[in-house]
């Protein structure tokens, strides 16, 4: 009944993203949850071994706490766990279609999607209005930390020396140092740090968001009590993140280095002590 | 009869200054302009509106002509005379000068920035009706014969969904939303953000016994490009709405339909 009736469109005039546009939104919104905010937990939880190594692995690494010292748990932690990590079978396949792939995908669509909206935040400065602003700010934020993380840290792209490379037979002692290499040390730990939160942030809200584009959360209450959920998911994330932080700026890369040396040495003849 | 101006009591005549953003015709720059009004705190912003229709004189002194403007209810439920006071949207009738006026005596009142200007303060909300025909906003009922009796409500139902049906189309929610944006040129009506307003109607009348019978073509309507994925979820539509509707429960509802819908649609082809 439409006055202006369009004429029907055939299927190759009309643009991809248009005839998959309900398909791309969810994947947008899946990809965010699985893959890449499930990867987010491991992640930061491993980079926290640093500290929580230290404070509940005293007696699995008896060993190297009895030679080294109680820090030493912390670096035999983290390094254990790179070590698991770096041990998963067909590792560059998980990474590339599990972390690269839909990393790029929510990357690309995001950006996309976020340039329909305009914030108004001046006029509306409601809370959701902020957290929605925030959303793609920690998002644009996101695409290029995530870029200059991987690219560095995984890639060895330093470019030309400012950002660092990672040493996977040294994990925590290569971390540490790159963290407390002067000025640049300490503004990569920071921007590391304020970059880490952002993206907490946009998982943390994202979640929320997910639910109620999915429809799991229709009433005020349920979005309400799924909020401090995510909140006190967001946390949690946050607490990993910071004390990640600070255990390799507080660490001694010296004597981590001397640690994971032991353990290199250790791995090259298990048999001989066990 | 109109009673005398109670000057007595806490409800004195006030002169207050009212600026308004004031543009000739659709294609016209906008200019600003400001008016000296006796008014008093209990009074609307539509009877404020009217005083300088009556006297059409700026500040400065100078002629002007009178502020066009939309009003037809004056109690909050035809939707026309909703614009931006004091920078946020809100309909004009149900705003008191004693609730908003500031604290230099000022009221900014600005026409709404999402639709074209007719002018100074009148907006053209037709994109607003062509969004409801675009959700199939209505309850089937035309035909040939006596359908009969409609399906019987439950009192529950009816009472969700008596709070929906109370949109009076004023575009509060649109105005807020930072995902809805001006689009001037109808074409792109149908595939630009339809809007919380619009989702609401749909959930509306997909509650409706009869009414239900197009659920799947409205769903349809709001699966593609330009609807409920285009939420932001900024939430501002329902911290802005006059009538209290649950927008965004509504645009939940919907999104857990689309979602059903198209599984639905993949599996059965329909």
């Known amino acids: 009944m439409s006055t202006h009736a369009a004429p029907a469109k055939s299927a190759a005039t009309v643009p991809f993203i248009e005839r998959h546009y309900f398909l791309l939104r969810r994947l947008h919104s899946l990809s965010g949850v699985v893959p890449i905010g499930l990867f987010l937990i491991p992640h930061l939880t491993t980079n926290s071994s640093i500290v929580w190594g230290s404070a509940l692995h005293q007696g699995k690494f008896s060993d190297v706490v009895a030679r080294y010292g109680s820090d030493a748990a912390g670096v035999a932690a983290f390094q254990h766990e790179v070590d698991f990590i770096h041990s998963l079978p067909g590792l560059i396949m998980i990474e590339i279609f599990a972390l690269w792939l839909p990393i790029a995908f929510h990357a690309i669509l995001g950006v996309y999607f976020a340039r329909t909206g305009k914030c108004n935040i001046d006029r509306y400065a409601y809370q959701g209005n902020y957290r929605y602003w925030l959303q793609r700010m920690t998002g644009y934020v996101g695409v290029a930390f995530i870029f200059a993380h991987i690219s560095s840290l995984r890639w060895g792209w330093t470019f030309g020396g400012l950002l660092p490379s990672f040493d996977g037979a040294h994990a925590a002692s290569s971390t540490a140092s790159h963290m407390q290499d002067g000025l640049l040390g300490s503004t990569i730990a920071i921007l590391y740090l304020f970059c880490v939160l952002g993206l907490i942030f946009h998982f943390a809200n994202g979640l929320w968001t997910a639910a109620i584009t999915w429809g799991l959360t229709i009433s005020t209450g349920a979005q309400r009590r799924w909020g401090q959920v995510c909140v006190a998911i967001g946390v949690a994330l946050a607490i990993a993140g910071i004390t990640a932080v600070i255990g390799f700026v507080t660490l001694d890369p010296e004597d981590a280095r001397e640690v994971e040396n032991h353990l290199v040495g250790q791995a090259a003849q298990p048999a001989a002590s066990h | ?270």
């Open chain 2, 1 to 270: 009869m109109i009673a005398s101006p109670d000057t007595t009591s806490a409800n004195p005549i006030r002169t207050i200054t009212v600026s308004i953003k004031r543009q000739n015709g659709p294609a016209e720059q906008p200019r600003w302009e400001s008016f000296q009004v006796e008014t008093q705190d209990t009074a609307n912003l539509i009877s404020v509106l009217q005083s300088i229709a009556a006297r059409p004189v700026t500040t400065e002194g100078s002629a002007t002509t009178p502020v066009v403007y939309d009003a037809g209810c004056l109690e909050e439920v035809c939707g026309s005379c909703a614009m931006v006071i004091n920078g946020r949207v809100r309909p004009a009738c149900s705003a008191l000068v004693g609730h908003i006026v500031g604290e230099d005596n000022t009221i900014t009142i600005e026409p709404m920035g999402k639709f074209p200007v007719v002018r100074d303060l009148s907006v053209d909300r037709e994109r607003m009706f062509a969004a409801l025909r675009r959700v199939k906003a209505w309850v089937p009922i035309d035909g040939t014969y006596d359908l009969g009796a409609g399906p019987q409500e439950t009192p529950d139902r009816q009472e969700t969904r008596y709070v929906m049906s109370t949109c009076m189309t004023c575009g509060c929610c649109l105005e807020a939303c930072p995902q809805y944006q001006k689009e001037a040129e109808p074409k792109s009506w149908d595939t630009s953000f339809v809007g919380a307003a619009a989702i609401n109607q749909a959930r509306l009348f997909n509650m409706h016994a009869t009414g239900a019978t197009e659920k799947d073509a409205r769903l349809e309507a709001l699966t593609g490009e330009g609807g409920v994925n285009d939420c932001g979820n900024a939430q501002n539509c329902v911290k802005v709405c006059p009538k209290e509707i649950p927008l965004t429960e509504s645009i939940a509802a919907i999104g857990r339909d689309v979602t059903v819908h198209a599984v639905k649609k993949f599996f059965t082809g329909r």
